[in-house]
């Protein structure tokens, strides 16, 4: 079972913000959000020559650090991946995601990532349907994509919140 996800964002996110993304969340995925903390993004991933942070760094530092289990992270400054020139979020499935708000300037379009990433923390892959999970190449495309979920990746969710069970060691 899935019961709760986790928020923790950068100082510089307006709490605002981090407050209509969990309404909307537990909305989506009838899910309880967890009161959100503050955690600040980390130098050390930082790449100089980029001017950009690392995203997968970011995200397996909190995975160790934390050892937190569904946990969702939102932070302002501008991350990539070594393949990407950026990425919006990135997610480990059943685990954890970031999102960077650093390109995304309306407070829909912030929601529709974290949606997105949400999804991918609850198990989701990439869906071709019309559906919040579709994946976006670019910002057009992300401006483009609905911003709910379709029947197939709802019934999934259902799912995966009932049949998850964590590791036993
Ligand atoms: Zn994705
Ligand atoms: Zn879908």
């Known amino acids: 079972m899935i019961n709760s996800i986790k928020i923790l964002y950068d100082p510089k996110v307006d709490e605002k913000e981090v407050q209509a993304i969990s309404t909307v969340i537990e909305e989506i995925y009838q899910i309880e959000v967890a009161s959100s903390t503050i955690f600040k993004i980390k130098k050390a991933a930082y790449n100089k020559k980029r001017k950009q942070y690392n995203g997968q760094k970011l995200l397996n530092e909190l995975i160790d650090e934390e050892n937190l289990e569904f946990f969702f992270w939102i932070i302002k400054d501008d991350i990539y991946v070594p393949v990407m020139n950026f990425v919006f979020g990135l997610a480990t499935q059943f ?26 923390i609850l198990g989701l892959g990439h869906c071709t349907n019309l559906c919040v999970m579709q994946y976006s190449h670019n910002l057009q495309e992300a401006i483009e994509k609905p911003s709910s979920l379709c029947s197939e990746c709802e019934n999934k969710i259902k799912e995966n919140k009932r049949n998850f069970e964590p590791n036993k060691d």
Not at 95 to 118: D, N, P, Q, T, W
């Open 95 to 120: 685990c954890g995601a970031i999102v960077s708000f650093y390109r995304l300037e309306s407070l829909e379009m912030k929601i529709k990532e974290s949606v997105h990433e949400c999804g991918h």
